[in-house]
């Protein structure tokens, strides 16, 4: 059986500083050396980009981009589906760009699964580069628009709108860049954006929310901060059963993911009122096997628990092993974002980029 997910956790563990002692303090010293260097490479990139030097490409087609600051799951795939059915009420023809894999069999990855069981009018199209996969869309598709999905780094494909998605529970990957911690690019980066959109805002406190977002403004007083939520959608069984959520509650609940931030997933599950009697975690992107589905069945029916649940970016991998009908059920939860202050800001900024009244950058 693969476990990567031990080393992933140990990593967490480490940059974290959960991991004590010397040994700890002398591996996060030498993490921080090798920070150096692709910190300031990242820096250099972005001022060659920024002061014109490094030319960016610009499209027919209107470009908003979601992305983030840190490695992990910050919510952008629920953003991006929620923007995707905003611009489709709008009867505006718009294309995913991603630069997702497929895999060795020609399935889709996880994400771009997601996206298009979520969204099955909008052409993904997966493509490492984003200018090509723009034209293919533009030109195949005639898509008006493109959400350019993880594209905050992605600096060549020019954009009309910049979101940034940031976790409220793990907003600033530990406070230092690749490998120290878990940022893509310094803090400074947010000056180019338009806005932030804070995700997971129901598992923080309002005084945790507040400090990020002053934290938000030291470095860019004018971006607009949107608050959401990530609020249980549905549940489904292997079988196509649905389970109302309200049944979870009281139910015994072994939960699994692979995530790069796995607690909030468990504390969703906590929040329907399930009872975890196990949680296991294994490193985002992770490829189940069957022995994995084998041994979770395992453990599951040894907690003597009454479901066990995962996400619909895990189902995706999961349901391709073609699992027998067993006893505890197993069922993955959908989630949807629910924007919960600062909308009338946000849907302002996209009629601007929709309209063509914000600058190219």
Sequence with gaps: ????????????????????????????????????????????????????????????????????????????????????????????????????????????????????????????????????????????HNAQVLVLDDGFQHRRLARDLDLVTIDATLPFGYGKVLPAGLLREPLVGLRRADAVVLTRCDQVSDEALQQIEKAVRQVNGDLALIRSVHAPAAIQTAEGRQIALAEVAGKSVFAFCGLGNPQSFFRTVEHLGGRLVQTRAFADHYRYTPADLTEIRRQAAARQAELILTTQKDWTKVIRLNLPQEHPPLAHLTVELQITAGKPELTALIDDALGGRMAHR
């Design 1 to 140: 059986m693969q476990k990567p997910e031990l080393s992933h956790t140990t990593y967490i563990d480490l940059i974290s500083g959960r991991v004590p002692g010397f040994h700890g303090a002398a591996a996060r010293t030498a993490l921080t050396a090798l920070s150096w260097p692709y910190s300031g490479i990242v820096r250099v990139r972005n001022y060659l980009y920024t002061s014109g030097r490094l030319e960016v490409e610009k499209v027919s087609a209107r470009v908003i981009s979601v992305g983030n600051l840190t490695t992990g799951g910050t919510g952008k795939t629920p953003l991006v589906i929620w923007l995707c059915r905003l611009l489709k009420a709008r009867r505006l023809r718009c294309a995913i760009l991603t630069r997702g894999y497929k895999t060795p069999k020609g399935e889709l990855s996880d994400e771009p699964a997601v996206l298009t069981a979520q969204c099955p009018e909008v052409p993904v199209i997966i493509e490492p580069n984003r200018a090509a996969g723009a034209a293919e869309a533009i030109c195949r």
